[in-house]
């Protein structure tokens, strides 16, 4: 079995994030994401990977609804 990585683990709680706040705005949904923060300094490799892994989730900010959108159904 394949050793799950930072961003691996990331996308997931990102997505659960996105699904169960489906009202919020950018700002309020990224205040969100920021407080969910699982790991324990805003350093380092995982908190690159946190980072990544919003971004895949909800985008750059140029298609960021379509793209959170996606995550909902």
Do not use: C
């Not at 799950?4 to 700002?27: C, M, Q, Y």
Request: positive net charge; glycine residues 6%; charged residues 30%.
């Amino acid at each position: 079995m394949a050793q799950e990585t930072w961003f691996t683990h990331s996308v997931p709680l990102v997505r659960d994030i996105v699904a169960d706040n489906p009202g919020l705005g950018d700002k309020e949904l990224r205040n969100v994401i920021s407080k969910a923060y699982p790991y324990e300094e805003r350093r380092g490799y995982a908190y690159k990977s946190w980072l990544k892994a919003v971004k895949h989730v909800i985008g750059d900010g140029k298609r960021r609804d379509s793209v959170r959108n996606m995550w909902v159904n």
